[in-house]
């Protein structure tokens, strides 16, 4: 686990500034406090933090074949290394070093850009093909690991992290306006679009080639699931499931350095914590509560699940003086706002797990793979409603929308009457209707017809779906969409803030794909959420643990925290009309959101916390905020722009 970064002078060849790149490295040193490496190849620069997990002593980057032919920059790991070292080495390959990184050059040289096809792994990589004059940068099939990267007057700059792509010009970016309403509708921004003009980030299984002047952006993975052609049965799949899931835990315990558990009081981690038993222990689990206010706090559970599993438990508590203290260096950390507030929880669970390990193992995935939350049973059950007389459905629509507060069930009943799919799926995800989000902005802030939406940026993930059924074609788009761009985003930056690696063993390839392939009652079944994942669940863990239900920290603290603590500073970032965030909305269309949060009228506690973030954000990024003004308040001075 690592950041790189680096330059392509592609059109002009002009060597490129070795101050430059490493003045991109050092805003990474977070990432890789143990070394640290460059290249220089005329119009080629690599720069390379490293944490070191894997060949402590062998693996400095940037690495190359002897030849010095082909150059690797690698954030990640490669779980399957072992396995393709030794593929390489029957076709004549000779390598130099225990590290997994040294399998891509190698696989780059044997396979080309395919390579990527045959590596299970987390990566965002660098490749400079020395001979042919070629760069390729590319993202993980999964989308753990992150590239951005941005494009001007014929030079590319990326990098693991956006302050490195900022630090190569040392230019204050604009706001992109209609990204931030996608933002506020959607809790994230999806790839390849960021908050900032100009930066981009590569979408889960996509690459950069640039040669011949030219950058080209391309899907390498294009997994199209397909149904088994004999259906499995209930104990054939739990069996092939477990095999997988040990397979995939066994691989990401790989490491030279300590390793522990991010453990909740759910079902995911409890499973992850036995499979882990299996192949040692007893390990390190870590564990954040909220206080003694909250029923729903987890440590109870998790120390209940930490003792029946020997597990050593180590916990951290946050309370709502310390949440609103540390949202905005949070924020900073993230660089692109994410409206979950998992982050804050993870953001201190990471910093104390640093303390003992350098690898925490985390049990993210199964809520997205099998359908465990309430949006999946809409999508699962979505053709039923469809189907209703619209008389009836008509009468049920009226009757929901009367309801005090329910805003999850008002989206649904209106997101899946939609006909079109990926309109329908849009809706599903989305937190308010696009008329609502845009009602909130300022006239002339976003140009009608400007951008695109959610779908646009999966039109070429449409072949993939084409033989998924409904809810198999939603967990698609998840998985390949919000997934990547919001958990495994905020995982990622707040993990590596303390210099942790997380891995994600439940989104191994093997596992992903394997349950791509299975039928929606697989997953959910006669109402129940992740059935198959439960049943693998039963061979662990007690009944105890199995009937807990699942728990939401957003609507039990935060939602409490925006109702009664009106007067606390997150409340303050919404009602002050100086705030940064006037300059894109309506002051009075917010304090209306606000106050009918309050009274208890309505469920806005999601939106009103991606308000926040965006308050944070603003207030802690270099922004050019004269050029920001002038683009989306053109009739307005700044001043008036804010009241």
């Given at each position: 686990m690592c950041g790189i970064c680096g330059q392509f002078n592609f059109v002009r060849r002009e060597p490129v500034e070795p101050e430059t790149i490493r003045r991109m490295t050092q805003t990474m040193v977070h990432r890789g406090p143990d070394d640290e490496g460059y290249l220089f190849d005329d119009a080629v620069g690599f720069g390379f933090r490293r944490l070191s997990i894997i060949d402590l002593a062998g693996g400095h980057q940037p690495m190359s074949d002897a030849e010095q032919t082909v150059w690797v920059i690698l954030n990640g790991e490669i779980y399957n290394f072992k396995e393709l070292r030794t593929q390489l080495e029957q076709r004549g390959h000779g390598f130099r070093t225990r590290s997994d990184t040294e399998v891509i050059i190698h696989g780059y040289k044997e396979w080309g850009t395919d390579v990527f096809n045959h590596l299970n792994g987390m990566f965002g990589v660098a490749i400079w093909d020395a001979k042919r004059k070629r760069l390729v940068v590319a993202r993980d099939a999964m989308g753990i690991k992150l590239i951005y990267y941005r494009i001007a007057d014929g030079q590319l700059s990326f990098g693991s992290e956006i302050r490195s792509v900022i630090a190569a010009d040392s230019y204050k970016p604009d706001v992109d306006p209609f990204t931030l309403k996608l933002f506020l509708q959607f809790r994230y921004t999806p790839s390849p679009l960021t908050l900032f003009k100009g930066v981009r980030k590569l979408a889960s299984g996509t690459m950069l080639i640039i040669e011949n002047g030219e950058?080209?952006?391309?899907?390498?993975?294009?997994?199209?699931?397909?149904?088994?052609?004999?259906?499995?049965?209930e104990e054939e799949a739990t069996e092939e499931l477990l095999a997988l899931y040990r397979g995939a835990v066994k691989r990401h315990l790989l490491s030279d350095v300590p390793v522990g558990i991010l453990l909740s009081g759910g079902l995911d981690s409890g499973l992850l914590l036995a499979l882990m038993n299996e192949n040692g222990g007893p390990w390190p689990a870590y564990t954040i509560g909220y206080g003694d206010e909250f029923e729903d706090d987890e440590l109870t559970d998790a120390a209940e699940t930490a003792r029946i599993l020997g597990a050593q438990h180590i916990t951290v508590k946050l309370d709502q003086a310390e949440f609103e203290r540390s949202l905005p260096r949070i924020v900073q950390s993230l660089e692109e706002p994410v409206a979950a507030s998992s982050i804050v929880p993870m953001y201190f669970v990471s910093q104390r797990a640093r303390q003992d390990v350098k690898v925490a193992l985390i049990g993210q995935g199964p809520d997205e793979l099998f359908g465990g939350y309430k949006r999946h049973l809409g999508v699962r059950y979505g053709n039923l409603w469809r189907g209703l007389p619209r008389p009836i459905r008509f009468a049920a629509s009226f009757a929901v929308n009367s309801l005090p507060r329910n805003e999850t069930l008002k989206r649904g009943v209106r997101s899946l009457a939609t006909e079109d799919r990926l309109e329908r799926y849009e809706n599903v995800f989305s937190l308010m209707s696009g008329e609502t989000i845009n009602g909130l902005f300022r006239d002339g802030a976003i140009s009608k017809g400007n951008g695109h939406g959610l779908s646009e940026c999966w039109r070429d993930l449409v072949p993939q779906m084409e033989k998924t059924d409904e809810l198999g074609g939603f967990q698609l788009l998840e998985i390949r969409s919000s997934l990547p761009d919001e958990l495994l985003m905020y995982a990622d930056k707040l993990s590596m803030v303390h210099s942790l690696e997380a891995r994600v063993p439940y989104l191994d390839r093997t596992v992903v794909e394997y349950v791509?392939?299975?039928?929606?009652?697989?997953?959910?079944?006669?109402?129940?959420?992740?059935?198959?994942?439960?049943?693998?669940?039963?061979?662990?863990?007690?009944?105890?643990?199995?009937?807990?239900?699942?728990?939401?920290?957003?609507?039990?603290?935060?939602d409490k925290w925006f109702r009664f603590s009106v007067n606390g500073k997150i409340s303050e970032a919404l009602l002050d009309k100086n705030s940064l965030l006037f300059g894109f909305l309506k002051p009075g269309a917010v304090r209306k959101l606000f106050e009918a949060h309050r009274s208890g009228s309505q469920d806005n506690h999601k939106l009103l916390f991606s308000l926040v973030m965006l308050e944070y954000w603003l207030r802690r990024t270099p922004l050019n905020w004269e050029r920001v003004v002038r683009q989306i308040t053109p009739t307005f001075a700044w001043d008036s722009a804010k009241k």
């Open positions: 950058c080209r952006e391309r899907r390498w993975y294009n997994y199209t699931p397909t149904p088994f052609p004999t259906p499995k049965s791509q392939r299975l039928g929606a009652g697989f997953k959910v079944r006669n109402g129940s959420r992740k059935w198959l994942h439960r049943k693998v669940c039963e061979r662990y863990l007690p009944a105890s643990v199995l009937r807990r239900r699942k728990r939401g920290f957003a609507v039990n603290v935060v």
